[in-house]
């Protein structure tokens, strides 16, 4: 499974922006978000379960961000409303998250993922 991100951007806090994921292969179970910002460990964002589209987020974006699949296009959303400067990361599209991490919107050990794409919010 290929992955590739785009979306993201320099925006000002409160501000919004909107992610998204090309999907190039199937096989996979699973998909969502994680960011990774400089000097610190990769953050679960959010995730949508393959088996009932049920959808996870993490604390520190609940209520402002929402997680979106367009199954006809192979696409992966992510809207991020009211920005902070503590969403400032790299942010990656990854698959094959287990359920457990899934629900507990912990990042994949064993996914696969892209090349990130930069959010950066100024205050």
């Known amino acids: 499974v290929q992955l590739v991100e785009s979306g993201g951007g320099l925006v000002q806090a409160g501000g919004s922006l909107r992610l998204s994921c090309a999907v190039f292969?199937?096989?996979?179970?699973?998909i969502g978000w994680f960011r990774q910002a400089p000097g610190k460990e990769r953050e679960g964002v959010s995730c949508?379960?393959?088996?009932?589209?049920?959808?996870y987020y993490g604390d520190a974006v609940k209520g402002r961000f929402t997680i979106s699949r367009d199954i006809v296009e192979n696409m992966l959303h992510l809207q991020m409303n009211s920005l902070e400067p503590e969403d400032t990361a790299v942010y990656y599209c990854?698959?094959?998250?287990?359920?457990?991490?899934?629900?507990?919107?912990?990042?994949?050990?064993?996914?696969?993922w892209g090349q990130g794409t930069q959010v950066t919010v100024s205050s």
């Open positions: 990854a698959t094959n998250w287990s359920p457990g991490e899934c629900y507990s919107v912990i990042p994949p050990h064993l996914g696969s």
């Open positions: 292969g199937s096989g996979y179970y699973n």
């Open positions: 949508i379960s393959s088996i009932d589209g049920s959808t």
